[in-house]
């Protein structure tokens, strides 16, 4: 089954989903530096997809399957990262590995819509 724009669209979703929690988590924990930083993060990827919907879909549509496949493994790494955190477990490293999955999801959007 080929994968569609929808399918790119939710897994993106699910990315800013775990940067949220990410900077709840680090909430909690009081890190708010570090929180402030999963923030600034969370909000450019947003801005990301937002430019992301609003462009010319069209231009992106065939690279809907890489990109996706792409994004799985990201969501995969910053998910394991943020529950890591979320249990407080060697928690500089998993925040390191959290922040550097956004960025890579960032970079994912950035090169459609540069």
């Known amino acids: 089954m080929a994968t569609t724009r929808p399918d790119l669209i939710d897994e993106l979703l699910v ?12 909430r909690f924990q ?5 929180a402030d930083s999963a923030e600034e993060k969370e909000k450019a990827l947003t801005a990301r997809i ?3 919907l609003a462009a010319a879909m069209g231009t992106w549509v065939g690279q809907a399957a890489e990109l996706t496949t792409r994004l799985k493994a990201i969501n995969k790494r910053l ?3 943020v529950e890591r955190v979320r249990k407080r ?9 959290a922040l550097g999955a956004i960025d890579d999801a960032i970079e994912v959007v950035r090169r459609l819509v540069p």
């Open 89 to 97: 477990d060697e928690n500089a490293a998993h925040i390191a590995g």
């Open 15 to 26: 990315t800013r989903r775990h940067a949220q929690r990410l900077v709840i988590s680090l």
């Open 30 to 34: 009081g890190r708010d530096l570090e």
């Open 79 to 81: 998910a394991a990262s």
């Open 50 to 52: 937002d430019a992301l």
